[in-house]
């Protein structure tokens, strides 16, 4: 579906470790502010488990995740959005993203320098903030001086642009990001073109110490009140052991998250909090060949899912054989769910749900 998520923070806090970790794509990572200069790009598979459990039922021999792309931009600093560091060219990559991961630093350490001199997620968190609101400032006031003007002389298609436009410039200079804002399809839609920074939903990712994983420390309770006012969610890695983990063969990570007492790796977590905060679900379809999953919006109609797959197919659409993903394992796979009267043929206006096992029909 062609969505990326940018991965923000200060200099330092993990942003480069946590993304090597993510894609493997072997980022610089450095003990120095603005060692990532321009923006890395990597894809992440969205692990799903149960994807794999589809596919052990369907003995499919191949397992196709849905994935993610990931920007890793360089440090923020304070003054970012009047172009001190490299900010110009920063905000305007996260611009391009459809959401934000906000690297938060919860853990001290001595030998790794902070750009503001001490460890303090809830001030770090508004250095970011106010940068990324400043941003949302300036684009929105020149929209307004020219939209304005119009406004002003009658142009009837302008006035609830304008009016758009002063709700927002009021949010920003308060301080408020605007995803805290409520605003009608119709202001959404005039500030669309904008694509505004504060407008995107945000996952802050309070990146602790080993020590401290499975602890609420005073540092990761900072974030998380920060993260209930602003309207963003929370999920806590350590980067550090996340580290350690894409370091190992494929084959020894089981045992070393069991010696950690860990079920799976934290980023496994990130990734799908990452997902969901974009408002995405995962319908799959099974067979001998291959187990797929595949990225829809939450609320997409049968047809509209059957386009992921292909246009032939959301043109030609006919129903949607659907099984739910609880009854799929419950009855042993397709065969087993239809016998007991598990799958159903759904139509046009069915909205598909998150898990949903489905087999198309459709004319060619």
């Known amino acids: 579906m062609g969505l990326s998520v940018g991965i923000v923070g200060l200099p330092n806090v993990g942003k480069s470790t946590i993304f090597n970790a993510l894609t493997a794509a072997g980022a610089q990572s450095a003990n120095y502010p ?10 992440v598979p ?5 994807l794999q459990k589809i596919a052990a039922l369907a003995a499919s021999k191949q397992i196709i995740f849905t994935d993610l792309k990931v920007v890793d931009i360089a440090g923020l600093v304070r003054g970012a959005s009047k172009g001190e560091g ?17 690297v938060v630093r919860c853990f001290e350490d001595p030998n790794v320098v902070h750009v503001e001199g001490s460890v303090d997620p809830e001030r770090d968190i508004e250095v970011i903030e106010t940068e990324l609101l400043l941003a949302d400032l300036d684009a929105l006031s020149k929209r307004n001086d020219r939209v304005g003007r119009l406004a002003r002389v009658g142009q009837k298609e302008y006035i609830a642009q304008a009016e758009a436009l002063t709700k927002a410039i009021a949010a920003v200079e308060k301080g408020t990001p605007l995803r805290a804002i409520e605003f009608s399809d119709a202001e ?16 802050y990712v309070a990146n602790v110490a080993e020590g401290d994983l499975g602890t609420e420390t005073p540092m990761l309770q900072k974030v998380r009140k920060q993260a209930a006012e602003k309207r963003g969610e929370v999920v806590v890695i350590s980067g550090e052991i996340e580290a350690q983990i894409s370091q190992l063969p494929q084959e020894d990570r089981g045992e ?15 990734i799908r909090a990452a997902y969901s905060l974009l408002g995405l679900e995962t319908f799959f379809t099974a067979g001998p060949k291959e187990a797929r999953a595949w990225t829809i919006h939450r609320g997409s ?14 043109r030609g659409f006919i129903r949607a054989e659907t099984i739910g993903y609880d009854d799929y394992l419950a009855y042993a796979g397709e065969q087993g769910a239809k016998a007991a009267g598990k799958m159903r043929s759904e139509g046009k206006e069915y909205e598909v749900q998150d898990g949903d096992v489905i087999l198309f029909r459709f004319n060619v």
């Open 256 to 270: 070393f998250l069991k010696d950690m007492g860990l079920e799976e790796p934290g980023l496994n977590a990130l």
């Open 301 to 314: 109609k049968a047809p509209q899912a059957a386009g992921e797959i292909h246009s032939d197919f959301e």
């Open 34 to 43: 603005f060692c990532t200069i321009e923006p890395n790009v990597g894809i």
């Open 188 to 203: 959404k839609a005039a500030l669309a073109e904008l694509n505004l920074i504060t407008m995107k939903p945000v996952l």
């Open 86 to 102: 490299l900010g110009n060219q920063f905000l305007a990559n996260i611009r391009e993203t459809d959401a934000i991961l906000h």
């Open 46 to 50: 969205v692990v799903d488990p149960r």
